[in-house]
């Protein structure tokens, strides 16, 4: 909804809404209709030409789009790469409550039984380097992809697959070993992309600029990891020439530098994660508009499940019946964060819901009953005097803030909790080494077939916590091969319910994230993500107020 | 027994003598009005660290989620921060660490480079010139940047940042005491000692030691403010004190500057304590210098 609201007005409306946080600390009825008044002042016709201008938290670790295809990989990558088929990301709506497949780089595909797929490819698609893309791009792509060999980030994405083979220059067959019901889904994620055998035969392949080549909007201008990303539009994109000139990714991993720089236009979208920055940043800009919303990136305590104390499920469901989430969602995400139940995030069409899942032990309010059980759980386990453990956290972003509440909510069932924050690349070290008691993190992912495999499954490579379940496992591999969408998301509660009894993985919540940018900005889909911004590269495009610049 | 008219005179000699301590003092504050301005900013954190458990109100590590990121008012003297934990008792209970971190690391700092300057420069020679180019190359690194080396080494925690804390602060006590040895050593009462065949390790410790004892006081009340400097410094990088404990640092990093613009309060108070304390402490161990040192002492 918009308002006409002559721009004057809306400034004087901005610096009432100032002054009125500075006396009230209740800001948010100004912010809305500030917002509004401006971002009713824009143009509604696409320009052509401008520079994006943004920050990143941090860089790729390399521009190997396979094995470090992580947060921070996508992001780099998003605009570059594409996929065979894509969730539908639009404007103001949220893809992940029904996780839509939409064609992409093949234009239209056919299932003649439920073991095969028949991918026909988009024509006129041309790589950054002017060779249009075939077949055996897909073929090879898919095969890297699902190669043990290349240590690819998603190759559970593709497990599953039996084949994939060439009809012919723009067909595909890709063949499962049973009925795979994320299959597209899983062809949808963005680590699955297709990438160039012809670049991949010369040996450049993710070497470097002339070895990053992908069809999307966007081609890479240069890569310095120590400050930035540049990129520039691509003439020949098969959805035409993108409105952009191109786009500047600054890594900038000091949240209030990010801040300061989006305040002096010195970039033009920023995320922010919680809403008392997002207020902090529409006050003093006084003209962006934002967003809200809950992600897909739910916190959550691994536990050695494994080793003593916690093999003992009294241990970890004392852990859990110990926690408020309630509290958690006020004090970390400011209101907007979901409580998540065990296994999958709470904004997806396959969680249980929530007026059901705040009834549940654990879950429900008040906690006296919860804790009572928690402090029984503990004494049956032999730990009537108290357990305490460590808790390893990433130090930065906004892990510190889940573990200081996680440890003090514990605190009250009688568990000790010493933290210990740690760099990232010493964290994930430790976590492939299996060196740690208990470590907080977050658990990402839009599809929950792969959420499932990644973290619960016995093989899975996220399987941080050690869990060895045959029945587990049964139940993931069964709704990986249930197609009727009714029986799966019975099997899905199923597994919810058997997650909750078990509590191999204490879920939290998902923290609230926002998304804002100057009001020059237009047409930025929101994927709501914490980190990837640019999923439709092409459609963004910058008004006549954009500040000057040009590429560097 | 004791006779009545020769203690009543000796009872008001000790009134005498405290009293007469008493106006010393205050000519003292009034001749280096900084140094007593540093003594109460010191006497004010040692206060604020021994009473902590009595003036703070609230628990520092208890949240309270209905008052988070509160400006500050009666309730709260220094708002609370974005679990709503009460600043004010959180700054009272950083006091605290802050000086069992500062104490702990100059006493080791202060110790090794005493003991090891009253070696170097008692015996001289080839021990001295080893020890003396050591200490050259632990001085080659600035204190911070050593001490964040051997944190890396160590691991964060109180523990470890006492350590490298006072490993960082070894070589310029160590430099101080040498010199101070130096020139002590040439006295004659130093060869008197020899002469009845003192031991060396006697003449060490049982003679020079007491007489460089002013250049150690002074040399560890300075040292005291750089190190609860340092203490919140490593904090600050997140490799000190770790949270929940209410480090000063900590408190200023993190959470402090995520909300900067929203909560001030959040930085300025942590920052105001490190801020008067290490002020405090320098302005103390500068007026004790300009006292003891016979060189900058008025009218000597």
Redesign the interface.
Known sequence: MTYSVSFARSMVVAVAAFYGMLFT?SPAPFFGAVRQALAASATSTPRRGGVLVRTQWAPPRSLDYCRDANAFGVEAMIAIYEGLVSFDYKLGEDFRRELKVVPYLAERWEQPDENTYIFHLRKGVKWHDGKSLTADDVVFSLNHIRDQKNACVKRGNLAGVKSIEKVDAMTVKLTTDGPMAPLLESLAQRETAIFPKHVYDTGQLFKGVSGTVGTGPMRLKSFDRNEKIVYTAFEDYWKGRPHLDGIVAYFVP???SR?AGFLVKRSDILTVSDK??Y??AVT?SRSAAGEGFPTTHGYAMYMRVDRPPFNDVRVRRAIHLALNRQ?MV??LA?GLGKINPPGVSAVSAWAMPEEELLKLPGYRLPKDKDMADAKRLLKEAGYGDGLAFSIQAV?VWDN??IA??T??QL?EAGITVR???IEAGQYFANQSKGDFQAQLNGMSSDSIDASLHQYYYSKGGGNAAHIADTELDRLIELQRRTLDREKRYKVLRQIQEYLLDKMYVVPTIELGFYWITHPYVHNLANSRSTTVMLYRAADIWLDDRTPKRTLP | MSNPRIIAPSVANGFGAVGEVWRRLIRLAFRKPLGAFGLVLVCLQLLAAGLAPVIAPYDP???Y??R??V?PNLEHLFGTD???RDLFSRVMWGAQISIKVGVAAVSIGTLLGSILGLISGYMGGKLDMISQRIMDGWMAFPGIILALAIVAVLG?GEINVMVAIGLSQVPPANRVIRGAVLAEKSNLYIEAARAISSSELRIMFRHILPNVMAPIIVVATIALGQAILSEAALSFL?VGV???NPAWGSMLS??S???????PWMAIFPGLAIFLTVMGWNLLGDALRDIWDPRLRTGA
Not at chain 2, 257 to 263: G, H, N, Q, S
Request: proline content about 10%; glycine content about 6%; hydrophobic content about 30%.
């Open positions: 600390h000091e949240p209030q801040l008392a920055q207020e902090a003093q509290d006020k004090a400011f130090s510190p803030r200081e509440v440890a003090r605190k933290l210990d924050f | 590590y208890e949240q989620y209905d988070i990121m400006r974005n679990f709503g964060p997140g770790q949270p929940p993190g959470h500057r995520t909300y900067m613009l929203v909560a």
